[in-house]
């Protein structure tokens, strides 16, 4: 009898390589009497593709109609309880969307359940209560990585329910690696799945595609996907097996009448900062559990890579001491320095678990190491020391500004623009303060900001707005001028924020991004363009900062 492995491989080498086809227009059968829309190709593509398959993998960009497509796929694949995930921030805008939608095609409405509200432990049952028979993951980036707590939540659900069916569609699916949405293909499309479904096949693919220290016997499968598409690549291979899948959609070229253009400007780190840092951050805790001390800012200003799992700490504090600040906690007094490591080990004992036990809520880890179900010795030691300390009121974080040297350089940019500007930051201090100096508003996370931005969002208006909260699901094509203040390594998160403006439906003839190209903004910004050229080259997706046109700020030159 064949391996697993081998039944994998086998598997993959029998999918059909499907032909470019134009597909039915589904406009006439899903409008309402009065409608007088149409549906655009890659709509078209989205629906078919998810009635030939029984399921939907859609690589589709930013932009491109995702969010009528998620509507109408109840109804094509004629769903009795569907079910809609979507990003918390995202509910009014969907929920005025669904009535817009309503005047012009047969939707039904979708019950709405956030990814946010999937992670909650509050929610463990909510997908048994709610049954649903198909579940469309609009936003499907944010389930990437199947060790997150919505995604094994989710795929205990899927696997339970063998009838439910499952679609996924985002424009930045994948980050850096197959290993992103390689579960998403599994729940979409089963047997059908394009890449290996189990980790025996994956990991060679990953060795030869990602790591490059693959063994001989890594390229065996990979050489026969090769020889079928006639691929000059492995790269090309992976990528035309991917996109001549059944059921998988890929957008062929962004549609945008305007150009995007992100421009360079620099700005030096003031010699005097490192100087300044040492001096106020002598000694004491920061919110990110740590001392800063000498060594620690040493760490931070030498650290030659910053992206391994060891500089994780150097990279959020750099990201901060950039903008010329950094959180600290306000003991009022002097700092529980037990508080701050039971906490800080309780932390990596929940990410351990989370990795080697399966566990997706740190409250349901506590309460098996309560009833005796879990009794390793290090998480057991780590809960006990925590719950000594937990009832302890966290102290207040405060922010000690040792700079505005960044803040100068924004508020100088700004005097400069002719149309109206999004200041895109990522941390509220600096975009509190951006705001405060130039007397603009300033949109940052919770449901309140949300719905004014999306009420503002009629016209461009000078505004700070915040990455995390804005950079995802908005059309903010008003604006076709920006600046980003935050360094960003990211491919995916880029591709969401350009978007925001760079989308089908921008009256402007281009769109300026200003970004900065000094030291970790740099190298961030290089990094996310590095892995941005391996998606394009994975999924044929076109991704923004490839095609986009680079050039250097004249006006700051000129100062």
């Not at 149409?38 to 398959?53: D, G, K, Y």
């Not at 019950?111 to 049952?125: A, D, G, K, M, T």
């Not at 992976?238 to 059921?247: M, Q, Y």
């Not at 999306?454 to 950079?471: E, G, M, N, T, W």
């Amino acid at each position: 009898m064949k391996s697993l492995a081998s039944q994998e491989a086998d598997r993959i080498l029998a999918l059909p390589w499907r032909e470019s086809a134009a597909p039915d227009d589904w406009s006439r059968w899903l409008r309402t009497p009065k409608g007088m829309q149409s549906l655009r190709p890659i709509q078209n593509r989205m629906l078919q593709a998810a009635v030939n398959a029984k399921g939907l993998l859609a690589f589709a960009a930013c932009g491109e109609g995702k969010t009528l497509a998620s509507l109408l796929l109840p109804v094509v694949l004629r769903a009795e309880r569907p079910l809609l995930l979507i990003p918390a921030n995202l509910r009014e805008q969907n929920a005025a969307d669904q009535e817009e939608y309503a005047q012009n095609w047969k939707v039904k409405l979708v019950p709405v359940l956030s990814y946010e509200q999937l992670s909650s432990p509050r929610s463990l049952n909510k997908l048994k209560e709610l049954k649903p028979d198909l579940i469309i993951a609009d936003e499907a980036h944010y389930l990437r990585g199947r060790d997150s707590a919505r995604s094994k939540r989710l795929g205990r659900y899927l696997i339970e329910n063998a009838s439910c069916r499952f679609a996924a569609l985002s424009g930045t699916l994948m980050n850096r690696s197959l290993e992103d949405w390689s579960h998403l293909s599994d729940w979409a499309l089963a047997g059908g799945a394009p890449i290996p479904r189990i980790p025996q096949v994956l990991d060679p693919w990953l060795r030869v595609l990602e790591t490059h220290d693959a063994y001989g016997s890594d390229y065996r499968l990979l050489n026969k996907i090769k020889e079928q598409c006639d691929a000059r690549s492995y790269d090309e291979a992976v990528g035309e097996r991917i996109r001549r899948t059944e059921g998988v959609v890929v957008t062929d070229t962004q549609q945008v009448g305007a150009s995007l253009r992100l421009i360079k400007r620099t700005l030096q780190i003031p010699e005097d900062l490192r100087m300044t840092l040492e001096h106020a951050a002598h000694d004491i805790v920061s919110a990110t559990q740590e001392m800063l001390d000498e060594e620690t800012l040493n760490r931070v200003f030498d650290s030659s890579d910053l992206w391994t799992p060891e500089d994780a700490f150097a990279i959020r504090v750099w990201a901060q001491l950039v903008c010329g600040f950094f959180y600290i906690w306000d003991w009022e007094g002097e700092p529980d320095t037990d508080w701050v490591f039971a906490r800080r080990g309780w932390g990596r004992a929940c990410r351990w678990a989370r990795e080697h036990l399966g566990e997706d809520s740190d409250a349901l880890f506590a309460q098996k190491i309560e009833e005796g179900e879990i009794k390793d010795d290090y998480c057991v030691s780590a809960w006990e020391t925590w719950k000594e300390h937990k009832h302890k009121d966290a102290p207040r974080t405060e922010t000690v500004w040792v700079s505005d040297y960044l803040v100068d350089d924004v508020c100088a940019w700004f005097r400069d623009q002719k149309e109206p500007p999004i200041i895109w930051c990522g941390t509220r201090a600096l975009a509190e303060r951006i705001s405060q100096r130039l007397s603009i508003p300033y949109y940052g996370a919770g449901k309140r900001d949300s719905q004014r931005l999306v009420a503002a969002s009629r016209k461009a208006h000078p505004c700070v707005a915040s990455i995390k909260a804005h950079a995802t699901g908005k059309n903010l094509q008003r604006w076709c001028n920006q600046i980003v203040v935050h360094p960003l390594s990211s491919p995916n998160t880029w591709e969401q924020l350009l978007a925001r403006t760079h989308r089908p439906g921008q009256l402007a003839d281009e769109v300026t991004v200003t970004v900065y190209g000094q030291n970790l903004f740099g190298k961030a910004l290089r990094r996310a363009k590095n892995d941005a050229q391996r998606v394009k080259e994975i999924t044929g997706l076109d991704q923004r900062l490839t095609f986009c046109s680079f050039t250097f700020d004249e006006n700051k030159n000129k100062r």
